[in-house]
T-cell receptor, first 115, second 110 residues
């Protein structure tokens, strides 16, 4: 079974530029997550989708971050304009459906450096 | 805020058992207890989870206290590849907002 795919793996941009990250979840998984992980910290949830609807985006900085999940499969996370403090690993994860009984499967992450 | 408390770091010798503790005193009756680990430069990976009873799988064992306010992840024979950050997380029965704390950084000494 293929895992969660993310791209690009690494990205370096200047502040005020824009960047987009792509995620392809495990086939059939209805729930998709984007997490931000700053060096030395645990992952922080940015947004959670159920199919193509948003379940939780309370910690998404909506003035600069946006995310979409068209057709309930792939997802894109965009940052525009980027700030220095956005330097982090952006992790995509998926799960068959929400609920603590289920496992969340993570991708390898997209590493962003803002200079 | 994370709903669990873990030691910042632990050390173990290779081939010895490791017991990683986690306190979750505010756990609700329907919260699952999950453990994930994160190897360097990788995304977190699932280790084990349970609700009330102790659980075993090929990677580890999960011992859950009778009052469910604490749990212990047991690695039966630590290897160098087990060196990672281990996260203990509560997963609500409904919804799945996993809140990650800083976890426990496990070092395995040869």
């Amino acid at each position: 079974e293929a895992g969660v795919a993310q791209s690009p793996r690494y990205k370096i941009i200047e502040k005020r530029q824009s960047v987009a990250f792509w995620c392809n979840p495990i086939s059939g998984h209805a729930t998709l997550y984007w997490y931000q992980q700053i060096l030395g910290q645990g992952p922080k949830l940015l947004i959670q989708f159920q199919n193509n609807g948003v379940v939780d985006d309370s910690q998404l900085p909506k003035d600069r971050f946006s995310a979409e999940r068209l057709k309930g499969v792939d997802s894109t996370l965009k940052i525009q304009p980027a700030k220095l403090e956005d330097s982090a690993v952006y992790l995509c994860a998926s799960s068959p459906d929400p609920g603590g009984r289920n496992t969340i499967y993570f991708g390898e992450g997209s590493w962003l450096t803002v200079v | 805020d994370a709903k669990t408390t873990q030691p910042n770091s632990m050390e173990s010798n290779e081939e010895e058992p490791v017991h990683l503790p986690c306190n979750h005193s505010t756990i609700s009756g329907t919260d699952y207890i999950h453990w994930y680990r994160q190897l360097p430069s990788q995304g977190p990976e699932y280790v084990i989870h349970g609700l009330t009873s102790n659980v075993n799988n090929r990677m580890a064992s999960l011992a859950i206290a009778e009052d469910r306010k604490s749990s212990t992840l047991i690695l039966h024979r630590a290897t160098l590849r087990d060196a990672a950050v281990y996260y203990c997380i509560l997963g609500p029965f409904y919804g799945q907002n996993f809140v990650f704390g800083p976890g426990t950084r496990l070092s395995v000494l040869p």
